[in-house]
C-alpha cells in the first residue's frame, strides 16, 4: 500500500475489556513495530517483529499485552483486561530492513473508561 | 541504557527566523540517527536519515549534522515558515538493537 494503516484510528472501551488494534505495513517491508505514546510524553517501544518473528518484546509492559503478525504483513496488538492506565496512542511503523528509514502509520488512539 | 535529550523543548519564532534543534543521546554506539516531526493527532513523518558513517544530511530547507563522538546531532532549519509548526523528534537506533530510542521531542511554534 501508499504507506502504514492502522484500525481502528479511534477506540474507546471500558475497564476489563480486551482490545485489537491492528497494522497494515508498506508492502515489502520486513521489520515492524509497536510504540505506545501517552499524553505529552514521549515514544515508548512496545516491540518489533522482523519477518513473522518477534525478537525483541523487551516493551511489553505486562503480559497482558501480545502481539503477532502473519504473512511477513498485518500486525495485531493485543491488550487483554484493559486498565485506564493503557490510554494511549499506539503507533505502528514498518521499514525495509532494521537499518533503513521507519515509516509510522497514524496510529490508534485508545481511551480506556 | 541509551538516553536522549531534545533541547529546547519547546521553541516559539517569527516566520523567516533560521533555527536549530538539538539531540544528544549517552551511548555514541549507534548505527544511525533519524529526525521525525509529528504533527497533532497525526503519526511521525521521517525528515532525515543519518547512518553512523555519515556527518550530515540535507533534505530542501532541512541540514541534518552528526557527531557521533560527542553524541551530538542538530537539525537545521532555514527560513522557517508556519507550516514548520510541528513536534520534531530525534531517534537513534543503539548498536546490536534493532528498536530506536526516541528524545521527548522540541515542540516548535513559527508564527507570521
Known amino acids: 500500500g501508499a504507506g502504514v494503516s492502522q484500525s481502528p484510528s479511534n477506540k474507546v472501551t471500558e475497564k476489563g475489556k480486551d482490545v485489537e488494534l491492528r497494522c497494515d505495513p508498506i508492502?515489502?517491508?520486513?521489520?515492524l513495530y509497536w510504540y505506545r505514546q501517552r499524553l505529552g510524553q514521549g515514544l515508548e517501544f512496545l516491540i518489533y517483529f522482523q519477518g513473522n518473528s518477534a525478537p525483541d518484546k523487551s516493551g511489553l509492559p505486562s503480559d497482558r499485552f501480545s502481539a503477532e503478525r502473519t504473512g511477513e504483513s498485518v500486525s495485531t496488538l493485543t491488550i487483554q483486561r484493559t486498565q485506564q492506565e493503557d490510554s494511549a496512542v499506539y503507533l505502528c511503523?514498518?521499514?525495509?530492513?532494521?537499518?533503513?528509514?521507519?515509516?509510522f502509520g497514524s496510529g490508534t488512539q485508545l481511551s480506556v473508561l | 541504557k541509551q538516553e536522549v535529550t531534545q533541547i529546547p523543548a519547546a521553541l516559539s519564532v517569527p516566520e523567516g527566523e533560521n533555527l536549530v534543534l538539538n539531540c544528544s543521546f549517552t551511548d555514541s554506539a549507534i548505527y544511525n540517527l533519524q529526525w521525525f516531526r509529528q504533527d497533532p493527532g497525526k503519526g511521525l513523518t521521517s525528515l532525515l536519515l543519518?547512518?553512523?558513517?555519515?556527518r550530515e544530511q540535507t533534505s530542501g530547507r532541512l541540514n541534518a549534522s552528526l557527531d557521533k563522538s560527542s553524541g551530538r546531532s542538530t537539525l537545521y532549519i532555514a527560513a522557517s515558515q508556519p507550516g514548520d509548526s510541528a513536534t520534531y523528534l530525534c531517534a537513534v537506533r543503539p548498536g546490536g538493537y534493532n528498536k530506536l530510542i526516541f528524545g521527548a521531542g522540541t515542540r516548535l511554534a513559527v508564527h507570521p
Open positions: 543519518i547512518q553512523s558513517s555519515q
Open positions: 508492502s515489502g517491508h520486513t521489520a
Open positions: 511503523a514498518s521499514s525495509l530492513s532494521v537499518l533503513e528509514k521507519l515509516f
